[in-house]
């Protein structure tokens, strides 16, 4: 989970989606509904990402160890 690093097509689909929730809690009459998108709000307030960090080697050495770290990893089933 990373703050501030959201991107702006994920950040309009969370404003896309509190709206949705907001009229769907309006036409329903369930305005308890609308609480659900307070959760959304704030993730989208604060740029909240989440999923898996990768990193990009920044030198040609980084990238060989990053390269023999993976081949180490793998195995390979006959």
Same mark, same amino acid.
């Given at each position: 989970?990373?703050?501030?690093?959201? !991107?702006?097509?994920?950040?309009?689909?969370?404003?896309? *989606?509190?709206? *949705?929730?907001?009229?769907?809690?309006?036409? #329903?009459? *369930?305005?308890? *509904?609308?609480?659900? !998108?307070?959760?959304?709000?704030?993730?989208?307030?604060?740029?909240? #990402?989440?999923?898996?960090?990768?990193?990009?080697?920044?030198? =040609?050495?980084?990238?060989? =160890?990053?390269? !023999?770290?993976?081949?180490?990893?793998?195995?390979?089933?006959?």
């Amino acid at each position: 989970m990373k703050l501030f690093e959201l !991107s702006l097509d994920k950040l309009l689909i969370r404003f896309y *989606l509190i709206m *949705l929730i907001i009229i769907v809690a309006g036409f #329903t009459g *369930l305005w308890w *509904l609308a609480i659900l !998108s307070l959760p959304v709000f704030f993730t989208a307030l604060m740029g909240m #990402t989440i999923g898996k960090k990768v990193t990009i080697p920044h030198t =040609q050495a980084e990238a060989k =160890q990053d390269q !023999s770290h993976r081949a180490e990893q793998t195995t390979v089933k006959a």
